[in-house]
């Protein structure tokens, strides 16, 4: 049995964070499936009462702990393992003041705004469509901005702040209906220097679950 189990569906971009991490620090893990679109697991009152009362994932599975909510659980993987944690006091401040902007704003609207124009049925209004677009537009620019001025969005080294900025990322353009590094050139330079760690996979190698079955 593998050291971690992260239960996970290849869709996720919040998973993925976790899934990514994983892989980067060669960690011994296995992802374990969650059927999120068949059978809607992590609504059921089972997953909520035996796995993550909030109804999501991801859940990481180490030893005796059950851990939730990818930012947790970056931290405590960063924390483990020693990678890719902040090196100071300023940047643990740093690190956490970007994963609580992802959350909150980028990858936050960026999540919602691929799920109702990808596998919503009905599909996403057009208005509310129009309003994540513009919130997505504003939040890129915020990290363009910042890429512009370094090579990793606390310094010169990469941490847990840009694995979970590229939570949704790495997933094809035709799922946003716009090519985000094709727009945004220091985010697609970012992309590619976090492509070239080793141990980086695309979402869907990763983890179970591409393609849906119909």
Same mark, same amino acid.
């Given at each position: 049995?593998?050291?971690?189990?992260?239960?996970?569906?290849?869709?996720?971009?919040?998973?993925?964070?976790?899934?990514?991490?994983?892989? #980067?620090?060669?960690?011994?893990?296995?992802?374990?499936?969650?059927?999120?679109?068949?059978?809607?697991?992590?609504?059921?009152?089972?997953?909520?009462?035996?796995?993550?009362?909030?109804?999501?994932?991801?859940?990481?599975?180490?030893?005796?702990?059950?851990?939730?909510? *990818?930012?947790?659980?970056?931290?405590?993987?960063?924390?483990? *393992?020693?990678?890719?944690?902040?090196?100071?006091?300023?940047?643990?401040?740093?690190?956490?003041?970007?994963?609580?902007?992802?959350?909150?704003?980028?990858?936050?609207?960026?999540?919602?705004?691929?799920?109702?124009?990808?596998?919503?049925?009905?599909?996403?209004?057009?208005?509310?469509?129009?309003? #994540?677009?513009?919130?997505?537009?504003? *939040?890129?620019?915020?990290?363009?901005?910042?890429?512009?001025?370094?090579?990793?969005?606390?310094?010169?080294? +990469?941490?847990?702040?840009?694995? *979970?900025?590229?939570?949704?990322?790495?997933?094809?353009?035709?799922?946003?209906?716009?090519?985000?590094?094709?727009?945004?050139?220091?985010?697609?330079?970012?992309?590619?220097?976090?492509?070239?760690?080793?141990?980086?996979?695309?979402?869907?190698?990763?983890? +179970?679950?591409?393609?849906?079955?119909?």
């Amino acid at each position: 049995m593998a050291e971690y189990t992260l239960h996970c569906f290849a869709q996720s971009g919040n998973a993925y964070r976790v899934a990514l991490m994983l892989n #980067l620090i060669g960690a011994d893990w296995q992802p374990e499936f969650v059927d999120f679109f068949g059978k809607g697991l992590p609504r059921t009152p089972e997953w909520r009462e035996g796995v993550n009362e909030m109804g999501e994932v991801p859940v990481l599975d180490h030893g005796d702990k059950r851990l939730a909510q *990818s930012g947790v659980i970056l931290t405590y993987l960063a924390e483990h *393992s020693g990678k890719f944690h902040p090196l100071t006091e300023d940047e643990r401040l740093e690190v956490l003041r970007w994963i609580i902007f992802d959350n909150q704003k980028l990858n936050g609207y960026l999540g919602p705004y691929r799920f109702l124009r990808n596998f919503a049925k009905p599909a996403g209004d057009p208005a509310v469509m129009a309003f #994540l677009k513009g919130r997505i537009d504003n *939040s890129l620019g915020i990290l363009e901005k910042r890429l512009a001025r370094m090579p990793f969005v606390v310094g010169d080294h +990469p941490t847990i702040a840009d694995i *979970s900025l590229t939570g949704y990322l790495y997933y094809p353009a035709e799922e946003f209906g716009f090519d985000i590094p094709g727009t945004h050139k220091h985010i697609g330079a970012w992309l590619e220097r976090m492509k070239a760690l080793p141990g980086w996979a695309h979402p869907y190698d990763l983890m +179970p679950g591409h393609p849906i079955k119909a």
